[in-house]
């Protein structure tokens, strides 16, 4: 919401208050501020001219020369390529040495061989939106009214000299953006007075609304439900005070009858609608919901095709509008029109939310239905809206007003005491200045020794328990004047959960293996979410999703790897190890919300190790993934991991496995098939797993038992031996294990070898034993006895030979 200071000066006074001290001080208590300055801010030397003389320049078939006179004794001479310059216009010009938006510099000098003395200036090369410069001028440069006088600052006429504080509303504040909301706050902030100007509507001795038109509402759609009419007006261009207040408040000037519903939605917060009545085709305009199949061509050119949760309003039971979102074309305002429908009402807001996110309407009104409006101010609103139409186009309003569902709307009366909000602020507040402060909120307060009985206006709908009151007291009193206390009572250490400790050993685990962590959208497209799954479950579609890209909730986490990896692939980045942790949803045939899952995933592709002048690129494999699965597993204390050939789609037959803990399945690892890796575009082969890590937590954990280091030397011997080629590694170290005595701490095999001078069907294998006691240093007499025992055992069992 941009609000003017200048504008707001007229119902509370903020003349005397500096601009970034009055911004600094709202966002210490209300809001936060988004911006404050002048439009003017960095420009200098722009000022008034007219265009005494317009002729084409003999150069150019689009330059025109142009003399201007701006204030001097002698005329300008500008050199202009504006399609709409010419005699008699009063402009903007930019003098020699003049800085304009974007802090350009105009300079004196020649436009294909004519000098030109500065520049004429459009709306947007002082800084203006787009959005906001009149559609007659969008194209060329700005035309001033008649009584601004040459050489004289341009600003002034243009409200660029207002100062403008844009304030970020937060959904809770509603009433904030509205001009009038901004002075009440502003007003309880500086306690000061509050003063609002109220209609004054002048209406016809004869011509009664029932003539003209009837309405008719369900109460869950709108209440209320209200419409004046403005005969005999005159559509023409505002004036230039109200074209300035719209478009500092980011809003376009269109005409003075849409103008006035602008400028009303800005001073009350109330949106309004103008429809020209003699385009409705019908007295009877009725609210309803939508259809299955109406289609309704919105003031933007778009043909909407409305669903059956939409409000609309129709004449003739035909749709004419979008509800508090978006007006009709064919019932618009025109230059033609000569009776206006004005209609103000509260719709619903969960509707009108729905339906804009839906269509992509996100307008003034429907952010304003969608907070919340003051169902107090409605017919006020329309009055101000109905009076300022007729005066502005010379109409005549209509008597009386058709409406329905009309509320008699009270105060909110709420209970609390003095005792209670000194204790939650911990405080001292006496009940005389906390009365005080609800009087600045123009909250009239009933108190009874320490009691207070508090009516909260309508115009505060986000008010409405006790400790809203008390939070209310904290703001206005301030919080930095709260008393800094440090928390009473016993203390308890926080630490973590085993669950949340073993997540945590995870991501740890495989960030130490060589995988980044990653972290991708839990939304996706529900081809994506089914993919991947581990076990067989409904997909979770959102109602209203942000893109089409984002429509279900994530049933694996290897899809948003992917996506990652295509990501990296796109940038010439195709070396990648990706993993993440988090949760996936799977939901049950009979439940509406699906239940949450933690699981763990990653991704590989491209080269372990690129080649060097000494060895050559290692690859991404199965059995590299394989290595850093069974390394986590390992690390999370499941010792009976199991691997099985498995086909799953999506994922390479022949190069995928099941992974089991016993007979509990975990997930799989393997190759993405080629197809959907094509699918991804990723060119090179791509190898993932994913393990659910709920299942991984509640298995029962192999301990780990931690020695300390022994401070004490180690003693090594080294043995090779021939035996049979059929003796596996595996049995000469449990023989060696189990005969090497209570000092062996390691069994290192460091050569194999079969071939010249080892006799055929033999191989050669060479160990180093390692001794260690802990608590002593050995004697190497001890050491000779035990490795003695294992050569024994190796020539018993295998008829090993001892070389």
């Known amino acids: ?86 005699a008699g216009q009063k402009v903007i010009v930019a003098l020699p040495n003049s800085r304009i938006a974007g802090n350009v510099k105009i300079k004196r000098g020649k436009m294909r061989g004519e000098v030109s003395e500065g520049m004429i200036c459009a709306l947007q090369e002082l800084g203006f939106s787009e959005s906001v410069v009149p559609k007659e001028f969008a194209d060329g440069i700005y035309v001033l009214p008649e009584d601004a006088k040459p050489g004289e600052p341009v600003f002034g006429y243009l409200g660029m000299d207002e100062t403008v504080i844009d304030l970020d509303i937060t959904p809770n504040r509603g009433d904030l953006l509205s001009m009038r909301g901004a002075a009440h706050e502003i007003a309880a902030i500086y306690d000061r007075e509050v003063t609002l100007p109220v209609p004054n509507v002048i209406e016809s001795a004869t011509d009664e609304i029932a003539d003209h038109v009837t309405v008719s509402a369900p109460e869950e759609l709108a209440k209320p439900y209200m419409m004046r009419v403005i005969k005999d007006v005159k559509v023409k261009e505002s004036p230039m005070w109200l074209q300035t207040r719209l478009w500092n408040a980011g809003i376009r000037p269109l005409n003075n009858i849409v103008d006035v519903t602008n400028y009303i ?33 919105t003031l933007d050119g778009e043909e909407r095709k409305l669903q059956p949760n939409d409000i609309v309003i129709t004449a003739n039971d035909v749709p004419v509008a979008l509800a508090g979102t978006m007006g009709g074309l064919e019932t ?294 394989k290595g850093i699965v069974a390394n986590l597993l390992h690390e999370l204390g499941v010792t009976n991991e199991s691997y099985q050939a498995v086909a799953m789609p999506d994922m390479h037959p022949g190069r995928t496995a099941a992974i089991y803990a016993g007979e509990t399945y975990l997930g799989f690892i393997g190759e993405v098939h080629p197809n959907t890796a094509k699918e991804y575009k990723l060119k090179q082969r791509v190898y993932v797993f994913e393990l659910d890590l709920q299942k991984v937590i509640e298995l029962p954990k192999a301990a780990k038992l931690y020695t300390p280091v022994s401070k004490y030397p180690s003693i090594t011997r080294d043995i090779a031996l021939a035996v049979s080629a059929d003796v596996t590694n595996q049995q000469i170290e449990d023989c060696i294990r189990k005969n090497g005595g209570a000092f062996l701490k390691d069994i290192k095999l460091f050569d194999v070898y079969q071939g010249e001078h080892i006799m055929d069907g033999f191989k050669s294998l060479a160990y180093t034993l390692v001794y260690s006691d802990p608590n002593t240093t050995l004697q190497d007499e001890a050491v000779t006895k035990a490795f003695e025992k294992v050569q024994a055992k190796l020539v018993e069992e295998f008829e090993a030979d001892i070389r």
Request: proline residues 4%; charged residues 25%.
């Open 332 to 625: 618009e305002i025109s230059d033609e029109t000569t009776t206006v429908a004005l209609e103000a009402a509260v719709f619903d807001g969960h509707r009108i939310r729905k339906t804009s996110r839906r269509e992509n309407l996100h307008s003034e009104a429907s952010m304003r239905f969608e907070r919340g409006v003051d169902v107090a101010a409605v017919r006020e609103a329309l009055d101000a809206a109905a009076a300022m139409i007729a005066e502005l186009g010379e109409g005549q309003v209509v008597k009386g007003v058709a409406s329905v569902n009309e509320l008699e709307t009270t105060p909110a009366k709420i209970k609390t005491s003095a005792s209670h909000i000194n204790k939650v602020l911990g405080t001292e507040l006496t009940v005389e200045q906390i009365q005080a402060i609800f009087d600045r909120l123009g909250f009239e307060t009933i108190v009874a020794a320490d009691e207070l009985t508090v009516y909260v206006p309508t115009r505060r709908w986000d008010i409405a328990i006790e400790a809203d009151l008390v939070e209310e007291v904290a703001r206005i009193y301030g919080y930095d004047n709260l008393p800094t206390t440090l928390p009473a009572g016993q203390t308890t250490p926080g630490s973590y959960t085993p669950a949340q400790k073993l997540i945590r050993q995870a991501r740890q685990t495989l960030e130490a293996t060589g995988l980044d962590q990653a972290i991708s959208y839990g939304l996706t497209t529900e081809e994506k979410a089914k993919r991947f799954a581990l076990e067989e479950a409904l997909p979770t579609n959102l109602d209203f999703p942000m893109s089409s890209e984002h429509t279900a909730v994530r049933m694996n986490l290897i899809s948003g790897l992917l996506d990652d990896l295509a990501y990296n692939a796109a940038r010439k980045v195709n070396d990648v190890a990706l993993y993440e942790q988090g949760r996936v949803f799977f939901r049950d045939e009979d439940q509406t919300r699906p239940r949450e899952v933690e699981h763990i995933a990653g991704a590989v592709t491209g080269l372990v190790s690129d080649a060097n002048w000494n060895t050559t690129k290692q690859e991404v494999d199965f059995f590299y993934l």
């Open 265 to 297: 939605l800005l001073d009350y917060g109330q949106p309004l609608h103008a429809f020209d009545l003699d385009k409705l085709g019908s007295k009877q305009v009725v609210v309803r919901l939508a259809k299955e199949g109406e289609v309704l061509v």
């Open 1 to 86: 919401m941009k609000v003017s200071t200048k504008w707001l000066n007229e119902y509370v006074p903020v003349a005397d208050l500096e601009p970034l001290a009055l911004a600094e001080k709202i966002e210490r208590t209300a809001v936060e501020v988004a911006s404050t300055g002048k439009l003017e801010d960095g420009l200098k030397k722009i000022v008034v001219g007219y265009t005494l003389d317009v002729k084409d320049h003999p150069n150019s078939d689009h330059l025109h020369i142009c003399q201007v006179d701006i204030g001097e004794e002698e005329p300008s001479q500008i050199v202009c390529g504006a399609p709409n310059i010419k």
